[in-house]
């Protein structure tokens, strides 16, 4: 797959792509061929405003950047505040708008074209998705939502018929435009089940069944096996808007492939494969590949060091974040116009 991807998109191809981070997919091939018959797809990607953005959160969002910058293809977002308000009992609806907002902003500033970028905030471009949530409500049973979902009598109706609504955006451009438009969905490797329903439902209703590609997940600084809630606790996440004494503070403390003692690892050597720093160098942190080869090299023989190694990406943290927040600056100039429907009001 990857040498084909290399023939479209040049070579060498984008970390996230080359070096394995996006892992697997479902009916990609069938996207590019398309593509390639003069029939571009479009993407799809979301988020859970549930909190503020981590580095791990941008992996589908930068592969879709990248996309769109080679492709020149449309990108939509969906924004899930009534998910999230829907799901989680300590946030309302108020925060959850506020939060979608605000992470849109950290999103999108990793760079997308405004004129190729839609974005469906779903309390506030229920209008547009309604119509289709319904059909695709009528399609699934509750008994099919609860094998995929793993529902239960105490959940509140609404996240049940919140399945609906993450499946529409698969098939709004397409039902905007009056034909089938195909759909290329980068999302984590944990995501894929959400789209099951989707996948389903698209031909009954006349629509080409979404592709899949999915990254693996960025683990946590504490040493979890996923950047998530659970690792924010630990402080085991870079947020976009750490300061820099923070992004030090943490980095300095995390998790390691190191030996327990310098002696013993100049010796046998360390072990990226499970360090997260490693991590953060193979997903954006070394772009050259001759560098991320040579770190990976002196890791694995012992001639790099963990603290000298962590000294080194410290910095590239802190001047990517320092750089992301300028151009989230320039995100604000267009989010607004960009949200199908318009923006949210004030009230909810
Ligand atoms: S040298 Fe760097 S990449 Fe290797 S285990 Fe230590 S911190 Fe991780």
Redesign the pocket.
């Known amino acids: 797959m990857k040498a084909r991807l290399r023939r479209l998109l040049g070579t060498p191809l984008h970390p996230l792509l080359e070096r394995d981070i996006y892992l697997s997919h479902r009916d990609l091939p069938e996207v590019l061929d398309r593509y390639e018959r003069g029939d571009p797809f479009f993407l799809y990607t979301g988020r859970g405003p549930s909190g503020e953005v981590h580095l791990a959160h941008l992996l589908p969002f930068e592969l879709s950047s990248y996309l769109q910058q080679k492709l020149g293809v449309e990108f939509w977002v969906q924004v899930t505040d009534d998910e999230k308000f829907l799901f989680q009992g300590a946030l309302s609806l108020e925060e959850t708008r506020r939060l979608g907002r605000e992470n849109l902003l950290d999103l999108l500033a990793l760079g997308f074209d405004p004129k190729k970028t839609h974005i469906l905030f779903d309390t506030a471009s229920i209008r547009s998705l309604y119509p289709l949530a319904l059909k695709v409500a009528k399609r699934v049973t509750y008994s099919t939502a609860k094998a995929v979902f793993g529902f239960t009598p105490q959940n509140n109706i609404g996240s049940i018929f919140f399945t609906a609504i993450q499946s529409v955006p698969a098939f709004l451009p397409s039902a905007r435009a009056g034909r089938p438009v195909p759909c290329l969905i980068p999302c984590g490797i944990d995501q894929d089940p959400h789209f099951r329903i989707t996948r389903d439902v698209a031909e009954p209703l006349g629509y080409p069944k979404p592709a899949l590609i999915h990254n693996r997940l960025l683990p946590g600084l504490s040493g979890e096996e996923k950047m998530s809630s659970s690792a924010e606790r630990k402080d085991g996440v870079i947020f976009l808007n750490d300061p820099p004494e923070e992004v030090d503070r943490k980095l300095s403390r ?1 998790f ?3 030996r327990a003692s310098v002696e013993e ?1 100049r010796r046998l050597g ?3 494969e ?5 991590a953060l ?1 193979r997903s954006r942190f070394a772009p050259d590949p001759k560098e991320f080869a040579e ?2 090299r ?3 023989s012992g001639e ?7 000294r080194r ?1 410290i910095p590239r943290v802190q001047q990517f974040l320092g750089e992301h927040a300028r151009r989230r600056a320039d995100v604000e100039r267009w989010v607004d116009s960009a949200i199908v429907d318009g923006p949210p009001g004030g009230t909810a």
Do not use: Y
Not at 274 to 278: E, H, K
Not at 304 to 310: M, S, V, Y
């Open positions: 995390a390691t492939g190191g690892q360390a072990n990226p499970v360090c997260s720093v490693w160098w770190i990976t002196t890791c694995r790099l060091l963990c603290g000298e190694c962590k990406l």
